[in-house]
């Protein structure tokens, strides 16, 4: 199976290599990272970069995973834009992590879709025509779309499950010993504390801007 | 906050990069590889690999992160054992992911400690003089283990919430949108069916060959 996880310049480290490390272990995998900047490619997190390949080097990948993080660049970007369309008609699987689903959305794969992505951006979805659906793990048609970050780590073992089956993924569940255990609670907005929401809404927007749906509305 | 990643050829890219998506939102964070041969790394998959700094590049890292995956080959590696023993002298937390504590044990940190590593591997400790504990993550004195692969995030939260308190800690949780919600509960051994594991136990000990401590054993 041929997986093609696309980065670009300030993605983020683990929206990728949760996938990266699932994906892996499936029978004959062969995981790639890809973009339409080719060579090393920076996180959004100083000294982290990954070696992409060319968006084309693989002819027909299996699953298609579209990384999250410093998205907003690249969402007209008619490269990257008409790759995923292209890439899409004969995947079997086409996923994003985090606010890689905004791409998803930007390339109008969305349409009419229940998806879902960070929750920072839930609303942002509704400008490309898609339902947001706060969910971890949103699947409508072949596309399967993932919440924030570590999420991708989840999507994975789903995709791991729909190919492979439930004995397997549980096998690579039990490879990459994911029982987690966080010291706190907190991992969505529903469960985390109204100051905890507070202090990193304001963080992210002192250092992404304001959430793509205002800005898009700021612009027209 | 310095945080030094150990890596080296075959390390398992999940057990870095979760440490290093949690740490690198510390404040004032600076994180990066380090090995003993640096330049680019290959992890244990084809297609991921991270470019690390020399070992002393950090002068005295306060947070060491001791990667796992192909351990075994460095356990004699007396580059990188002395490296650890130095770092070890003045860092405020000592951790390691996965077989990562093999090598805090083979530099000899783990002597009368508690400590814990992948479930394949957990007897292999007591060859360190460790005390193995079947934990997500143990802490013993300035000395933090976790277990396999996945369970750097848990670990590396613990250590946010130790240097910047709880409201931080849930905050960077957040940030990642750490809520896990994997398709089935197998992630450790306890929880996976018997089947699963004797199937997972079987094909590490073909690609792996046996845990340390049989081997060790071998060839005494």
Same mark, same amino acid.
């Given at each position: 199976m041929d997986v093609a996880i696309l980065i670009y310049?300030?993605? !983020?480290a683990l929206d990728v290599t949760g996938p990266f490390e699932v994906l892996?272990?499936?029978?004959e995998a062969k995981v790639r990272f890809v973009s339409a900047t080719p060579g090393m490619v920076a996180a959004d997190q100083p000294g982290f970069g990954l070696v992409a390949e060319p968006l084309d080097s693989m002819e027909r990948p299996g699953v298609v995973v579209v990384a999250g993080g410093s998205t907003y660049r690249f969402l007209d970007d008619e490269t990257v834009l008409s790759w995923l369309r292209r890439v899409h008609e004969s995947s079997v699987w086409t996923t994003s992590v985090c606010t890689g689903s905004l791409l998803l959305g930007a390339a109008g794969l969305l349409k009419g879709r229940e998806a879902t992505t960070f929750w920072y951006e839930l609303e942002s979805l509704r400008c490309f025509g898609a339902e947001p659906v706060s969910r971890r793990v949103v699947e409508d048609g072949k596309i399967m779309t993932a919440a924030g970050v570590s999420s991708g780590i989840d999507m994975a073992l789903e995709i791991c499950d729909r190919l492979q089956g439930p004995a397997y993924a549980q096998a690579v569940q039990l490879g990459i010993e994911y029982d987690p255990q966080p010291p706190?609670? !907190?991992?969505?907005v529903d469960k985390a504390p109204a100051e905890v929401v507070r202090f990193l809404r304001d963080n992210l927007a002192g250092s992404y801007g304001p959430p793509w749906a205002q800005r898009a509305a700021q612009r027209s």
């Open positions: 310049e300030g993605f !983020t892996s272990r499936l029978p706190h609670d !907190t991992g969505s």
